[in-house]
């Protein structure tokens, strides 16, 4: 027992050294309050949910796609403390790819050659998608009023990093009017 408390002292001699502390802990309380939020959102708890608030929604564009990420990361954005209106802004580096599902041929032809022919394959004349892979997102515009606290802005920062998995480089947060 006098090991643990040993431990916990030297833990909270560390702790205290620490510059800037209450940065770091609104951030991770940040980080800790979007996983809830996203992990415990669900149609039934939202009166105005459609289809298309759920993760596996089907997108007929990359605009759509870009839409409907902007208009969640707005929504979970102004419920943060201190932040104000807020607008977002997506670019992509490139949109939808699809990959379908082929079967290839090889055939050694008269001379010795061999000719390999890749065909996709169709059931009722509609190609098979073997994977849909989504659109790469080249940057992210943050305007919110609240964005010259540091602290607001930098739990935008811990927000959109942990929804997207984007470098904060790729992330420009500014004040509003």
């Known amino acids: ?19 800037h502390i209450e940065i770091y802990l609104a951030v991770g309380l940040a980080v800790i309050i979007a996983i809830i939020y996203f992990t415990t959102l669900s149609p ?4 105005s949910s459609t289809e298309d608030d759920n993760i596996d929604a089907t997108f007929s564009s990359s605009q759509e796609y870009v839409s409907y990420i902007e208009n969640k990361l707005e ?10 209106n807020v607008n977002v802004l997506i670019t992509l580096e490139k949109g939808f790819e699809y990959i379908y599902v082929t079967e290839e041929e090889t055939r050694t032809t008269s001379n010795g050659t061999t000719v390999t022919t890749s065909t ?9 998608l073997q994977e849909e892979i989504y659109p790469v997102i080249g940057g992210i515009v943050v305007v919110a009023d609240g964005a010259g606290d540091v602290s607001v802005k930098l739990n935008i920062i811990s927000i ?15 004040e509003g009017n």
């Open 1 to 19: 027992m006098g090991d643990f408390k040993e431990k916990f002292k030297s833990l909270y001699e560390k702790i205290k050294k620490v510059k």
């Open 44 to 47: 039934s708890n939202d009166s």
């Open 75 to 84: 929504n979970v954005i102004t419920s943060v403390k201190g932040a104000g």
């Open 120 to 128: 996709v394959v169709m059931v009722d004349g509609k190609p098979i």
């Open 160 to 174: 959109i990093q942990t929804v997207i998995d984007i470098d904060s480089s790729k992330i420009n947060v500014l």
